[in-house]
């Protein structure tokens, strides 16, 4: 199977391991060319039994990817406030990273917040840049709630609490606070982060591949029905659409520069 039809993504595969760099200039922002690509991929992934390990990383060292596409949302219709049956595009692609019976893992070394954060969840393993990567889910702030697997992944990891700040507080987290509440696996310096990554890909890249499924699905079955909580979180996020402030504060992001490299960076809200 060839990856050599993407142009927000470049994939490269080695020693069965499928290394997926997000490359969507200037700030990795995931809107529906790279969601569809990411999408695209996942399917073709899921299928590919050349391929044991996925890896995510970026080619910005300052942006894993800066978040959903504003403008899509305020795009999204206001009048849908049903709870759905099935998982909706953005739902379906990140929550293939969870279900593929292969393993996934992130390498985050700058910018993580938002639909962003919520690829990253949703993959198996997550390690981040000591002192450069940041995450965060600040869709609160903008009168809307994360709405790509946010709420439902956080608990899992972090707890409620922790999750309720992260969500609620809309602040970054460092690095070095999201590795201690669980966030992240690890946080490593740059020199050890990629080679940490590298040997734990091709350790678990050696290991037979059926065996390697069954022990995600079988860590999996601890979980209680994450696909209900995914379509509340859906229900909620599509009721908060059409709340008095919402669209006035999505139009307030863009007029102060939101989706901008240098206002992202500086992580206004």
Not at 23 to 39: G, K, R, W, Y
Request: proline letters at 5%; hydrophobic letters at 45%; aromatic letters at 6%.
């Amino acid at each position: 199977m060839t990856y050599d039809d993407f142009t927000a993504l470049k994939v490269r595969i080695d020693q069965q391991i499928a290394w997926v760099t997000l490359d969507h200039p200037p700030i990795n922002l995931l809107d529906l060319q790279l969601i569809l690509e990411l999408d695209r991929l996942g399917r073709a992934l899921t299928n590919d039994t050349a391929v044991r390990v996925v890896v995510l990383d970026s080619a910005d060292p300052e942006f894993f990817s800066a978040h959903a596409d504003v403008t899509l949302i305020k795009a999204l219709p206001t009048d849908d406030t049903s709870l759905h049956t099935e998982l909706e595009l953005f739902h379906a692609m990140v929550d293939r990273f969870r279900t593929m019976p292969k393993a996934t893992i992130a390498i985050i070394e700058g910018i993580c917040r938002g639909g962003a954060s919520e690829l990253a969840l949703s993959c198996d393993m997550r390690f981040a840049a000591l002192d450069r990567a940041v995450f965060a889910q600040p869709e609160v702030s903008l009168g809307i709630i994360p709405g790509g697997s946010g709420t439902q992944r956080l608990p899992v990891l972090i707890g409620r609490s922790r999750a309720l700040e992260v969500v609620l507080g809309c602040a970054d987290i460092d690095a070095a606070t999201a590795e201690r509440w669980g966030y992240v696996n690890r946080a490593l310096p740059d020199g050890e982060l990629r080679p940490f990554v590298e040997a734990l890909a091709t350790r678990i890249a050696s290991y037979p591949d059926a065996t390697v499924a069954r022990a995600k699905a079988a860590v999996d079955a601890a979980l209680v029905d994450p696909i209900s909580g995914l379509l509340f979180e859906a229900q909620q996020f599509r009721a908060s659409l059409s709340d008095s402030e919402t669209h006035p504060r999505l139009g307030s992001f863009m007029e102060r520069g939101g989706q901008t490299r240098a206002t992202e960076v500086q992580g206004l809200i």
